[in-house]
Structures are given as structure tokens and as C-alpha cells.
């Protein structure tokens, strides 16, 4: 008789953000699905996990996020390590007096920043990326009526979607066009990129992790790698660290059928534990160096 029992993929690290519970768009029923096959050693929740802005003007909490938090916890549990970097849209999770006994959980921290080390040694900041997009910091409210908008647009690419399905499989993802072409001409990529690798020099660490643009990347810049997540809203894309200490980018579709976008280079050094500091069509993902980069993209 064949075992029908789901066979667990175990994984050193797993960088998620924009998650975005709150949402009615948010992918958290299929997020559950996709991570039960996994096991991670460390669980890296690179901010916007929660919608807290959305929350506060409708109020949308259904069982799939009650899952998929009890995945989370079951994890840290069993021994996960787990790592918050809360984000613009959950920053409420900075106030650690708010949290209560999640802010002295043995198994679970919350800072702005984390340095991860790979298996192979190299160190990588962690942060959701919000505290150097200055929209966010100067024009806050920019960027919570882009919000709004962004959640209109998902509704009548929904409309759209539907009425495409009915002439063809193919769908039209009409919102994600204009929310990249608004990030494009807000957020100075180029800029918040320097400002992340300036951050990530002054700890000694040799590139970046992070999320809050939707747009995944796996990118070597010069002497910097320069990874973001991407999202759970349409991208369905998580970052991984092989037990080998190579990274690679992801994307679900289906959680038996995930694509490497992404893979950086790996070096076989000593493994060290993560560090806990103080206080455009981008859809498009690529790997290599800034000036000659190939796409990557093969089933596992």
C-alpha cells in the first residue's frame, strides 16, 4: 500500500512578507497549504504580515489566518526559531509593551532588524524595507491612500479576471500593472536599494533581505546581493536558504508545484546563528551581476 502521506521538505531558512491578513486578497488559505510540506530551522516574517491599516477601516478575519498563525506557532513549537521584522502596514508590532507574552516567547523575536548568517557564513540584514522608502517615512499618508487604491484595483481585477476566464485561461492582472507603474514613480528603487546596502555595509553584511515593494528580486549589485520576497497578495514568492547556504527564490503554484526564480552562489564555510540588533515590470526576477543578469526559472 502507498503511504499518501505529503513528504516534508526541510529548509534552513524561510524569508516571507506581505502577507498582508486583513486583506480580503490576501493568499493566506493557499500560504497554509504550501508551507505544510515545509520545515523550516528558522522562520523569517519580514513585515506586513498583519494589514493592521485595512483592519482599522473594515475589520476581515476569517479561519484561514487563524491556520495559518496556529502553522506559525506549531512551528515554534517544535523549535522553529521565528523572526519578526514588522513592517508600515503591521507596525504596531514595534511596540513591544502591545504584544504581551509573545514579546518574551523563547522561540519567537521582534525587532526592525535582524542579521541572518547563512550556512556558509555570509551575513544578510533582514528588514521589511519601510524605514528607508521615504514616502513612508515623509508622506505616510501617500502611501496609505495607495492602499485603498491598491485594494479597489484587485477588486475589479477580480471583475476582470473572471470575465477573461470565460473566454480564455489566460488572466489579466490589471492591478498589479498599476500598482508597479505607482511604486515606479513613488518609491526611488535605486535609492532605497542604496540605502538598504549603505545599512547592510555598516554591519558588515554582504546584501539584503526584504520586502515592501511586491516586486521578488535575487540580484548581485557589485559587492551586495539584494534579495526581496516579494508577496502573498499576487506573487506568491518566498526566499529559501538550502541547508548548503545557497539561496533561492521561489514561487508557489501550487504547493506541489514550486519554481526557483532565483539562486545565488553558495560558500562552504563554518555556520553561525542569526543575529538580534537593538533598537517594474520587477515582476520580472533575475540573478547575476547588475550589469549581466540571467533569468532563472526551473521546477524542485
Given amino acids: 500500500m502507498t503511504d499518501a502521506t505529503p513528504k516534508i521538505r526541510r529548509v534552513r531558512s524561510l524569508f516571507l512578507s506581505d502577507v498582508h491578513l486583513g486583506s480580503r486578497h490576501s493568499q493566506a488559505k493557499f500560504l497554509t497549504a504550501c508551507l505544510a510540506r515545509l520545515r523550516p530551522e528558522n522562520l523569517y516574517l519580514v513585515g506586513d504580515l498583519i494589514d493592521?491599516?485595512?483592519?482599522?477601516?473594515?475589520?476581515?478575519?476569517?479561519?484561514?489566518?487563524?491556520?495559518?498563525?496556529?502553522?506559525?506557532?506549531?512551528?515554534?513549537?517544535?523549535?522553529?526559531?521565528?523572526?519578526?521584522?514588522?513592517?508600515?502596514?503591521d507596525e504596531f508590532l514595534r511596540?513591544?509593551?502591545?504584544?504581551?507574552?509573545?514579546?518574551?516567547?523563547?522561540?519567537?523575536?521582534?525587532?526592525?532588524?535582524?542579521?541572518?548568517?547563512?550556512?556558509?557564513?555570509?551575513?544578510?540584514?533582514?528588514?521589511?524595507?519601510?524605514?528607508?522608502?521615504?514616502?513612508e517615512q515623509h508622506r505616510k499618508w501617500l502611501s496609505q491612500l495607495g492602499t485603498v487604491g491598491f485594494e479597489l484595483l484587485l477588486m475589479?481585477?477580480?471583475?476582470?479576471?473572471?470575465?477573461?476566464?470565460?473566454?480564455?485561461p489566460k488572466r489579466l492582472l490589471f492591478a498589479g500593472k498599476v500598482k508597479r507603474w505607482v511604486k515606479r514613480k513613488t518609491v526611488n528603487l535605486t535609492e532605497y536599494r542604496e540605502k538598504l546596502f549603505a545599512r547592510s555595509g555598516d554591519l558588515e553584511c554582504g546584501g539584503v533581505i526584504c520586502g515592501h515593494v511586491h516586486a521578488p528580486a535575487l540580484t548581485?549589485?557589485?559587492?551586495?546581493?539584494?534579495?526581496?520576497?516579494?508577496?502573498?497578495?499576487?506573487?506568491?514568492?518566498?526566499?529559501?536558504?538550502?541547508?548548503?547556504?545557497?539561496?533561492?527564490?521561489?514561487q508557489f503554484h501550487d504547493p506541489d508545484d514550486i519554481r526557483i526564480l532565483?539562486?545565488?552562489?553558495?560558500?562552504?564555510?563554518?555556520?553561525?546563528?542569526?543575529?538580534?540588533?537593538?533598537?517594474?515590470?520587477?515582476?520580472?526576477?533575475?540573478?547575476?551581476?547588475?550589469?549581466?543578469?540571467?533569468?532563472?526559472?526551473?521546477?524542485?
Fill in 52 to 89: 493592521g491599516w485595512l483592519l482599522k477601516k473594515r475589520w476581515h478575519w476569517p479561519q484561514a489566518y487563524h491556520d495559518l498563525l496556529a502553522l506559525f506557532v506549531s512551528w515554534a513549537e517544535d523549535g522553529t526559531s521565528v523572526y519578526v521584522t514588522p513592517g508600515n502596514h
Fill in 262 to 300: 532565483g539562486e545565488s552562489e553558495e560558500v562552504c564555510t563554518a555556520s553561525t546563528t542569526p543575529t538580534v540588533l537593538a533598537g517594474d515590470e520587477s515582476r520580472t526576477v533575475v540573478v547575476g551581476s547588475s550589469a549581466s543578469r540571467s533569468k532563472v526559472e526551473r521546477s524542485i
Fill in 220 to 250: 548581485q549589485y557589485d559587492q551586495m546581493t539584494y534579495c526581496n520576497t516579494g508577496d502573498w497578495i499576487e506573487g506568491c514568492t518566498a526566499l529559501v536558504e538550502t541547508d548548503a547556504g545557497r539561496l533561492q527564490l521561489w
Fill in 95 to 135: 511596540d513591544l509593551n502591545r504584544l504581551g507574552v509573545l514579546a518574551s516567547a523563547e522561540h519567537i523575536k521582534f525587532q526592525n532588524e535582524f542579521v541572518h548568517s547563512l550556512a556558509d557564513g555570509r551575513r544578510f540584514l533582514v528588514t521589511h524595507g519601510d524605514l528607508y522608502d521615504r514616502i
Fill in 156 to 168: 475589479v481585477d477580480g471583475i476582470f479576471g473572471r470575465l477573461r476566464r470565460a473566454h480564455g
